[in-house]
C-alpha cells in the first residue's frame, strides 16, 4: 500500500485495542469527544503528504510506490535537506505542537535499518535482518507508530536502568511457540490512542545481569495484555475560535502496561542481548532523529516570535522591554534555525553508508531547547498580561447586542478590529497558558531528557580535542 490518505489513517484506528482515557476505557479513538480533535488533525497530516507530493513524498526504492520521506534511509547530504524539507512540512501544519506526528518514528526506524552493521553486531544479526524487514513493512504500509523506551521511575537512588529482579520494568518472561512473552511497564507513549503500532526500543544502558530486559520489538496496538493509561485530556471544546490549537493538537501521552504479551518472533529485533541493547543507540542515532526534533522546534519558535510581533501590535505595545522581550524569542528562533542548518551542512555518512546530521550541533541545541521553550512562554504572558483574559469566546462574540459593545469597547491598536484583537490573544493563551500549554512545556522540557542530563553528558556527544589546543597552548608554552 502506498501513502495513505487521512481516511484510510482513520480506518486503521478503528481496530481493537485497550486505551484509557479519564477512567473509561475508549472503544473508537476516532470518535472520542476527547480524541477526535487530534485524530481528525493527525488525518490531515496524511492529506497533507498527497497535497504536497513532491516535498513529502518519494518513490519506495524498490517497488517504485510512493512514501513518505520520511521513511527515507538518507544516503547523502542531499538526501538529508530533502528529508529536512518534508519534515518542515509537517511540523508548520501543527506550527510544531505535536511532537511525535509519525515522521517522527518513521525517521527513527529509517535511522535503525540504515545500520544493520550496528543492530547486527554482537550476534543479533537475525535480529538486524527482521529489522530491516520491519522497516519495509513500516513505510510501504505508512503505519502511525508510538513508542515507549524509558523504564518507570519508582526509586531515583536506584539508577535509570533496572537492575536484574527489578519488578516493574518491562522484561522477557517465557518464550512461544512463535516468539516470547513480556511483562512489566514503561512510560510514555506520546500518539499512543493514535498509532496502528508500538515500538519499545534502547534508552538508558542496562548494567550486568539484566539481561532479560534487553528487549527491542514492534507490536500492534491491538496485541493482547497491552494497556495504555492516557494522562488527563487536554483537549477542549472543537470550536477553532475559542480554542485554535487545543480543539486540535492533543496529541496524547500514556503509561504503557505489557500484561503478559507475546511478541511475535518476526517483530522481536533484540532478544536478551544485552551488549545489543547498551549499543544501538549510542552512534547515529541521535543525530538522526534530530533533526526532525529540532526542524519542529524550529518552526514552533517562528511561530512564537510571528506571535508575539501580533500581540505587541494589538496593543501597540512598542517599548523597549517589550521589543527586547520579542527580540529574544527571534534569537531563539533564529539560533534554531542555524543550528538545523549547521548541522546538514556538516553531515557525515557512517559505515553503513547511513547519512545523518552533525550531532555536536544538535545536541548543543537539545541542552538549550528545555531551558529556552518555558522562557519563551513566560515572555508571551509578560506582553498578554490581562489582554489575554479580555478574550470574548466565539458565542459572545455571535450575540448580536454583545458584539456591537465588544467592537465599541475592545478594538486593538491602530484601526484593529475587535475581532482580530480577541483572536490573536485566545492563540496567544493556547500556545501559552491554556492546560495544551502546560503539557507542551513539560514536553520541551523533557522529550529526550532534561537539559540537565544532556548538558552534562555533553562531552559523550562531541570532540573536546579543539578546545583542548586552544588552552593548551598557554599552559604548554614556555616561560
Ligand atoms: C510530555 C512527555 C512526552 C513524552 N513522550 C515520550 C514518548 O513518546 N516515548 C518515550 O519513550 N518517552 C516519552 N517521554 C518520557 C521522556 O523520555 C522522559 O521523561 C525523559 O527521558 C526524561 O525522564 P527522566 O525522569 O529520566 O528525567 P531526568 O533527566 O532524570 O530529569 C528529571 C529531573 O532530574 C534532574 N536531573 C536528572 N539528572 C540529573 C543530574 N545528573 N544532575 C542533576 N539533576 C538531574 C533534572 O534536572 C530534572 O529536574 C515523554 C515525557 C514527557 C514529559
Sequence with gaps: MPAR???????????????WV??????????????RGAAQALAQVFDLQHAHATTCLMPDPETAEPIAVSHMIPRSRDDLVRRGR?????????????????DYMNVTYAGFAGRPDEWGAHGNEAGAERLVAYQKFLRRNDIS????????????????????????ALRKVGDTAHGIVVRGARVLATLAPFADELAVYPAAP??????????????????????????????????LFDHPLSARFDEQDAFVI??????????????????????????????NIQQQ?????????????????????????ADPETMRMIGEIWAYAELTRATVAAAEAEAREWPSGLWTPAGPPLHALRGMLPLWFPRVTEILRLIGSHNLFATPTAAQMADQDLRSLIDRYLPGAKGMSAEERVRIFRLAWDFAGS????????????????????????LTFTDRSRADRLVDRFLKEPY
Design 258 to 287: 505489557f500484561d503478559d504479551v507475546e511478541v511475535p518472533r518476526d517483530r522481536l529485533f533484540i532478544d536478551c542481548n544485552l551488549a545489543s541493547y547498551n549499543s544501538v543507540m549510542t552512534t547515529s542515532w541521535p543525530a
Design 435 to 458: 492546560a495544551l500549554a502546560g503539557r507542551n512545556e513539560q514536553y520541551e522540557r523533557f522529550y529526550l531528557g532534561s537539559s540537565q542530563r544532556n548538558l552534562s553528558r555533553h
Design 293 to 317: 526534533t529540532m526542524i519542529r522546534a524550529s518552526v514552533k519558535l517562528d511561530f512564537a516570535w510571528g506571535l508575539a510581533l501580533r500581540m505587541a501590535g494589538a496593543i501597540n505595545a
Design 145 to 168: 507508530l508510538t513508542h515507549t523506551i524509558v523504564q518507570p521511575t519508582v526509586d531515583k537512588a536506584s539508577g535509570d536502568a533496572p537492575g536484574p529482579g527489578n519488578p516493574q
Design 22 to 35: 479519564d477512567g473509561e476505557r475508549v472503544i473508537d479513538v476516532v470518535d472520542h469527544p476527547k480524541l
Design 86 to 102: 518534508a519534515l518542515r512540512e509537517v511540523a508548520e501544519y501543527s506550527v510544531g505542537l505535536m511532537g511525535r506526528t509519525p
Design 206 to 239: 542496562l548494567p550486568t545481569g539484566a539481561d532479560d530486559y534487553a528487549l527491542s520489538f514492534c507490536i500492534p496496538m491491538g496485541a493482547p495484555g497491552l494497556k495504555f493509561l492516557c494522562r488527563d485530556s487536554v483537549s477542549s471544546s472543537p470550536n
Design 5 to 19: 490518505t487521512g481516511k484510510e489513517f482513520l480506518r486503521g484506528l478503528r481496530g481493537p485495542r485497550e486505551i
